[in-house]
């Protein structure tokens, strides 16, 4: 079976362009690989402001139809999305939302990705609480979350959503189910932003445990040359690029049934 093609689902208030080290070192294994752009955080894409607003629900169909564009291109070829941290979160609501199972992935990979409900984080969970529950106010005052703010500058309704979430505990899309495909959920060591209990969180809300591979990425396997930071690892990603080239390899054998490879891996 042909490679999967990757679509990397940015993390919050971070552009496509960041993600280049990790498109690169894709394409010298021979994948395909693109960065989605992030709303308001691209060149040719408008900032955050009081006219210019978006949603989950809108980051969600900018992934379908990156899903949609990306079979179109060549036949049975696989659809992994690798989702960090915000984009897993985006990936869920995308594929657990989806009624026609060709919009949805056939492998998601998710990396320093979690559940933001604050009573998952330590101390009480004081500081992602005070996050969450500052998005409103602070976008009625603006029209959109200015900088220094989490995520700033960032749009109204998303981060009304996001500090939801964070407060309450309840994503700001719909749960049918679970991932019914091979699933990767990449732990960077001591990562502050998807601590070890809301990335287990994310992993009982959204995942199959039948399904899913866990493994974390620690400061010993990044060696002096890598780092497991939650955003900068994507400047040195190539341990984590043969995780997930492995990760497809098992799955793609698993696959297999009497020799003849199935051309897609999720349930009909």
């Known amino acids: 079976m042909q490679s999967p093609i990757v679509l990397i689902s940015p993390a919050m208030a971070i552009g496509s362009r960041y993600y280049a080290p990790l498109v690169d070192a894709f394409e010298r294994r021979g994948w395909d ?7 308001g955080f691209e060149d040719d894409l408008p900032r955050a402001s009081r006219r210019a607003d978006w949603s989950y629900a809108d980051e969600i169909g900018d992934l379908t139809d990156a899903i949609r564009a990306a079979r179109g291109e060549v036949a049975d070829r696989p659809v992994m999305v690798l989702g960090h941290s915000l984009g897993g979160q985006i990936a869920a609501g995308q594929a657990l939302g989806s009624a026609d199972a060709d919009d949805r992935p056939d492998l998601f990979v998710g990396i320093g990705t979690s559940t933001p409900y604050f009573r998952r984080y330590p101390h009480a969970g004081i500081p992602v609480l005070a ?21 700033g500058p960032g749009a109204r309704t998303l981060m009304r959503e996001w500090g939801a979430w964070a407060v309450t505990g309840r994503p700001p899309f719909r749960v049918d189910g679970r991932f019914d495909v091979p699933t990767l959920i990449i732990k960077l060591q001591a990562d502050p932003y998807a601590v070890s209990a809301a990335t287990d969180d994310f992993v009982d809300r959204f995942c199959d445990p039948e399904l899913t591979t866990r493994w974390t990425y620690t400061a010993k396997a990044a060696g002096p040359n890598g780092t497991t930071d939650h955003v900068r690892w994507v400047r040195s990603p190539e341990v ?29």
């Open 33 to 39: 690989a693109r960065a989605l752009p992030r709303r």
């Open 131 to 151: 996050a969450g529950a500052m998005a409103w106010p602070l976008t009625v005052a603006f029209g959109y979350l200015p900088k220094p703010a989490f995520g």
């Open 240 to 268: 984590v690029v043969d995780r997930i080239v492995d990760f497809w390899a098992q799955a793609s054998a698993k696959a297999s049934i009497g020799g003849q490879v199935q051309a897609r891996f999720r349930s009909p």
